[in-house]
């Protein structure tokens, strides 16, 4: 069957490089009946995203994407909400001033290396969203800092690279419990990048169902056959929905394309059902 729903899509109002429309326009012109916007720890691209979606007939899911406080892997939690929820915005508005301020400090390690990258030549290139990895990433691409994104992380802005800045995170625990005050549905994302041995993985994903985990992502771009043998035995020992999705960045970002990844309708359908439950 094919591909139904893109489940993790990023736009221009966090860190991915079309705007919302273009993502919009994008899915509807390869078949896609549902996407999920996900953009990092804000909502802004939701509006224009949701418009464009009834203009398109496909349906938008409101969703997030929020890093939490893990080690020693990495921990995003996706939210899913049925309807556009209101005031979440607000809610997260200390983790975005947070964002604002941890580039400049990138910027200035870069500089101290003796790299010409400015916070203006940043701003340009996320065409008025927030700004992020990411974006410095291609600033120095542009420069010929880099040749591309992978070498500008592996040899700078990844974590333990000299200009990496950590930055402002939520606990586990408050960013599932906030998901779900406004009544969407918390999925682990890409359980890969936890880097946790299986029966690891098993007693964490435990723990976070006791606290309101209801999916898990397994359908995505880098997990293994194995790995996802794995997540969906996990998922269906602890009665959680899949989900999947090709976290899109942009064209050419991550070798992946919108919808090369996703589930598949009664997927979809189960998923949606759950908003009622």
Known sequence: MPVYADLHLHTSASD??????????????????????TDHDTLSGLPEAIASGKKNHISIIAGIEISAVYDPGTMHILGYFPAYPQGLEERLSFIQEARRKRCPLIIKRLNALGLSVTLDDVIAISRGGQIGRPHIA???????????????????????????????????????????????????????????????????????????????EIIYPEHTRSQKRLYTSIAHNLNLFITGGTDYHGPGRNNVSIGDFGIEKPAYDYMIENFNT
């Open 16 to 37: 991915g490089e079309l705007r919302p429309s273009e993502i919009v326009s994008s899915a509807r012109s390869i078949g896609l009946k549902a996407i999920a916007i």
């Open 138 to 216: 291609k600033a120095m691409i542009n420069k010929g800092i880099a040749k591309n994104s992978a070498e500008a992380f592996s040899r700078y802005l990844a974590k333990g690279k000299p200009a990496y800045v950590e930055k402002e995170k939520m606990t586990i625990e408050d960013s599932i419990s906030l998901i779900r005050e406004y009544n969407g549905l918390v999925v682990l994302a890409h359980p890969f990048t936890l880097d946790l041995q299986p029966y690891e993985l098993k007693l964490l994903i435990k723990h976070l169902k006791l606290l309101g985990l209801a999916g898990l």
